[in-house]
């Protein structure tokens, strides 16, 4: 059936879609969103997949979400509220723990605990990190100049880099570039010297990054992290209240307060091309959605090589897009428990526990897990990133439950070469839950449930490439 054509058709309602669908509906456009799942969310979802549970089942934390858009968006009128978070901890082998707050003096007491000399540099560490931020934050809601084209736009957004750049010292300059290049390892190194402290501060670097902290290039991706803000607190982290779904629902209700609409359980077949132009897009049922543009909120390789015909391409553009990294190295265990797991290294009552907490206390461990992920293999001892939101936000179990999320490094897209059976998600979840008991033990009887993602099942329901979450690799 053949249906009244739209502004803009938009392609999966994740976070991203559901941000453009918005702004060009409050534009005062006609705008339709076609998502294959029956629900909303793409990445940023709440899932009820255990009785009176609920589970931020992809993505799990909030910061990289630009304030600038939650005001635009009004989405707290629509429900959206971001709880900051308080600090963390890196449990060591030797049953210490290094403990993280949002207080910098807090930290700097802490890593006085761990070295006295890493103390006094953490204040040089923030200092140097937050010019890398400063410099690059502004450019996050700029759009990016076409450097061989002559329009008056893009000259005068290059004019404008140009003075950005100019306006560093000649030191400044060099640092920066350094910095965009260099491993985060090599980074640390020129700060720290406690095995402990590098390993929590490069865990930025290699989330969610196809690469190890000893590789070039990541330094420059702790940026992605550091700069995010919660409430105008620049580098804080929160958890959306009621899950990460909380920030899809809120951008969905806006999208429809402003008119536009969304329709679920309708997947794309193919995008419609005439005259080298996009006129609308095919669905899976054989109907087709008509729009003066479209707008494909999957990655660029899922867009051009499975849902545009490669003739209607230039050659060229075919060639580079084959050619784009996308490569999958983490995956996600969603945790059902019966009541608080107990860690013994933390003092009683610590705040710690109600932030992110690791098991990785050197960036030598973390470049073996690397090691396996390079041999196809998922990471022996894993990198995780275990939170609890419940005990900050309680609504998303009964009481006394908890739900707990971690975030693993590494996880291939293939395993030696082929499909992930389930078999291997199996044992990759049992390495994730004996870390975790080694340092909270008795914590696998507090289990009721678990969903495991592994790459496989982040491409085939969220439709991330071989389950990169950045679609496509943050290198300079």
Known sequence: SR??????????????????????ARAGL??????????????????SLYPGFTYSNCSYVSSLFRPEIMRDLELPKHGLQVIPYEGGAVFTEGGDYLGMHRDHDANRREFARHSRRDAEAYDRYARDVLRHCRFIRPMLMRTPPDPSSFRPRDLSELAWLGKQM????????????????????????????SPVIKAYQAVASIIGTALGPMSPGTAYVLLHHAMGDVDGNVGAWGFARGGMGSITRALTASLRAAGGEVRTGQGVEKILVQGGRAVGVVLANGDEVRGKRVISNMDVKRTFLKHVDEAELPDDFVKRVKAF?????????????????????????????????????????????????????????PFQDVMIPTMIDPTMTPPGKHFMSSFVQYAPPKIE????TDADRDAFRDTCLNQIETYSPGFKDRVLHVEVRTPRELEAEVGLTEGNIFQGELTF
């Open 325 to 381: 990294k996308i490569r999958g190295s983490s995956g996600k265990l969603n945790i059902a428990l019966d009541s608080t797991p107990v860690f013994p290294a933390l003092p009683e009552g610590a705040p710690n526990i109600r932030g992110d907490l690791h098991f990785t206390d050197s960036i030598e461990k973390m470049e073996r897990g690397y090691d396996d992920w390079k041999n196809g293999r998922f990471s022996r001892d």
């Open 30 to 47: 006609k705008v339709c969103v076609v998502e294959k799942n029956d629900w909303v969310g793409g990445a940023a979802v709440s899932r």
């Open 166 to 193: 100019f306006g560093l010292s000649e030191a400044a300059m060099y640092d920066m570039i350094r910095f965009w290049t260099m491993s985060i390892s090599d980074y640390l190194d020129e700060y720290f010297e």
């Open 3 to 24: 249906r009244m054509p739209c502004d803009a058709v938009i392609i999966g309602a994740g976070h991203n879609g559901l941000v453009a669908a918005c702004y060009l």
């Open 417 to 420: 070469g082929r499909d992930w």
